[in-house]
Nanobody, 125 residues
Framework: QVQLVESGGGLVQAGGSLGLSCQAS????????MGWFRQAPGKERKFVAA????????NYADSVKGRFTISRDNAKNTVYLQMNNLKPEDTAVYYC??????????????????WGQGTRVTVSS
């Protein structure tokens, strides 16, 4: 089992920045890929970004390319999501997820084995 705990959410003005963290514990050597997803009020959960085990491969949703950066520190069992130039449409609950196999190119939430509880990000206009 792997436990994931997100932190770093909050309220920020449009154009501002926010950094999210996801701390993994448990059998952390058993997963390959980490992803971030988000769910806006009344909408489906959507892919944001993913990173391979080594950090050498990443993938982003078109809506966040050039503004968000996913990274990881395997020594700390932590994955990060740096969000810059935030927009009101980025408002959502952000979830961290882990999967054992697959590719960073997969953008659906199917196949992710573990999920965090989510952290809320609110961007005011």
């Amino acid at each position: 089992q792997v436990q994931l705990v997100e932190s770093g959410g909050g309220l920020v003005q449009a154009g501002g920045s926010l950094g999210l963290s996801c701390q993994a514990s448990g059998r952390t050597n058993s997963f390959y890929i980490m992803g971030w997803f988000r769910q806006a009020p009344g909408k489906e959960r959507k892919f944001v970004a993913a990173i391979s085990t080594s950090g050498g491969a990443t993938n982003y949703a078109d809506s966040v390319k050039g503004r968000f950066t996913i990274s990881r520190d395997n020594a700390k069992n932590t994955v990060y999501l740096q969000m810059n130039n935030l927009k009101p449409e980025d408002t959502a609950v952000y979830y961290c997820a882990a999967r054992k196999v697959g590719s960073v190119r997969v953008t659906t939430d199917q196949g992710y084995d573990y999920w965090g509880q989510g952290t809320r990000v609110t961007v005011s206009s």
